[in-house]
Structures are given as C-alpha cells and as structure tokens.
C-alpha cells in the first residue's frame, strides 16, 4: 500500500489549500505504464472517498491540461526567453559552495535537474532568479510564485481547473520532497476564486507565512 495526497482548492484566505491523504495499492516499477496504472488507482480510491473528478498534474497524466501543467512542460518567460519552471527552479538554487548556476536555464528540464553541481556543491541556502533573492522559509514559497507568476497570464483559461474537486501529482512523495505542482495548482484555483492571484504574486514576499498567504496585511485584500 502506499499514501499520496490529494490537494483541494478550498478558496478561504485563512485556508488556502487542504490536503487529504489517499491510502491505495502501490504498482512497483519505473514504466510509464505503471505510473498510469498508479494513477488510476489513486484515483479510485480518492473517488470512494468523495474527491472525484481529480487532475493529475504530471508528464504522466491522461488529460493534455495536466501534462502542459507539469513543471517540466510549463515555461516562463524571463530576460533571456522563454524557461522551463523545472530549469528555472533548478537554476536558482544557492548552494554554501556554489551557485546560481544560471547555465542551467538554458537546459531542457530533464538535464536541469540531473545537473551534478546540485549535489556536489553543499547545502541549499537561498534562491537566486535573476538577482530578485529568496530564503528558504517559508519553504514553498519561491517555488510557488515561480510557478504562479508563469501561469498569471492565463487566468481566464485556467479557470477550467474549478471543474476538478483535487488535484494529484503521482511522482511527489511528501516524505521525500516539499515542492508540488499539484499543490500549487490547488493554490492558483483558491487564489483565481478570491480574485487574488495578481495581488498575491505582486506581495509573495510579504505575505507568505508558515505555507500559506497572510492576507490581512494586505490592503488591497482586506475585503477577504
């Protein structure tokens, strides 16, 4: 068995995102195959538990949206073109011993994260995109704008995500990692539903505390 989460959009400023773990039968194996059929067993055990329709949010997802939602597909367009999210991401990275590696822009996703530098070069310690500095706590928190300000401009399109009562991302374990695609696009629905999504981007760093978004302190988002 294994247990993966399930991240609903819940559109409370106070409550932006829950997570409900799904427990199913795990299929062992690398093969896309295998990851398909994990997906749909996640799934159905997700449906029996009154999450359905979901979207996976991954290369390995049935459903086109899912796929072009995936950080290794979904690109942002910076000074130097158009990225991809993962080699943006990876690229950022400040290590003790070295970093940005900024060369890594330039490389598809696959190669982005493989790149030796990221485990030879010490500890993580902050985030560097462009010279625009981010820590490391709030954890999720570059990760998220990163991947929010890349799909800002598309909000009216975006909008077919309030079909979905969840969203999946078969290859995040939470035990393992702390960034999901899958839950920063419960993130964007909350933030679509309040009407927030551009004042947040434009206060991430102000606003982002223990995970989710401080939104009292904002002005212009009072009227939450």
């Not at 949206?65 to 073109?81: C, D, H, P």
């Amino acid at each position: 068995m294994a247990s993966r989460p399930v991240f609903t959009a819940l559109g409370d400023p106070s409550h932006l995102v829950k997570e409900v773990m799904v427990q199913f039968a795990w299929n062992p194996g690398f093969a896309p195959i295998q990851k398909k059929k994990n997906i749909l067993a996640m799934h159905e055990a997700a449906t029996r538990l009154g999450l359905a329709p979901l979207l996976e949010v991954s290369t390995k997802s049935e459903e086109k949206l899912g796929q072009r939602l995936s950080a290794f597909n979904l690109k942002i367009q910076t000074e130097v073109g158009e990225i991809s999210i993962e080699s943006a991401y990876q690229g950022s990275k400040v290590f003790k011993s070295g970093g940005p590696f900024t060369d890594i822009y330039s490389k598809d996703s696959r190669s982005a994260k493989k790149d030796e530098r990221l485990l030879q070069s010490g500890p993580l310690v902050a985030f560097d995109y462009f010279g625009q500095k981010w820590p490391l706590v709030p954890k999720t928190a570059f990760y998220d704008w990163l991947y929010l300000s890349a799909l800002a401009p598309h909000q009216d399109f975006l909008r077919r995500l309030f079909d979905y009562k969840g969203f999946t991302d078969i290859e995040f374990n939470p035990e393992k990692s702390i960034n999901c695609q899958a839950r920063t696009c419960a993130l964007l629905v909350s933030l679509l539903k309040l009407n927030a999504l551009d004042d947040a981007l434009l206060f991430a760093k102000r606003f982002y505390s223990n995970g989710r978004l401080g939104f009292v302190q904002s002005k212009t988002l009072k009227r939450y």
